[in-house]
């Protein structure tokens, strides 16, 4: 692991120690498909193929997480749960807008 790499982790880290949690939100790719987030699935990627190594892998998910966030601000049947729709509103916190759960 290149000292990138374990800057990168800390880095991630730290966002989903101190960020995430007080923000209250999912990444689009997560509220819409469920499973692990987009901070989960990139420090996933880097320690599997390092930050330079796995750099196609982060910018597909961060793609697929903007897919998702489409869907989800179209109201695509994608993004409509048995009981309506599975999210409530959007956050935009950066560069992707993150939409929150309401129950």
């Known amino acids: 692991m ?3 790499d ?3 982790l800390l880095g991630i880290g730290l966002y989903r120690r101190r ?3 007080r923000k209250g939100f999912r990444c689009a790719h997560a509220a819409l498909h469920g499973g692990e987030s987009c901070s989960a699935a990139v420090a996933r990627i880097v320690r599997e193929d390092g930050v330079i190594g796995g750099r196609a892998r982060v910018a597909a ?3 697929e997480c903007r897919a998702a966030h489409r869907a989800l601000h179209s ?3 994608l993004a409509l749960g048995t009981n309506g729709p ?3 509103g959007l956050c935009c916190c ?3 807008p993150i939409p929150f759960r309401c129950g």
């Open 2 to 4: 290149t000292p990138l």
């Open 6 to 8: 374990r800057l990168t």
């Open 19 to 21: 960020l995430s949690p």
């Open 61 to 63: 998910r961060f793609g």
């Open 75 to 77: 109201g695509s049947p």
């Open 86 to 88: 599975r999210v409530r």
């Open 94 to 96: 950066g560069p992707v």
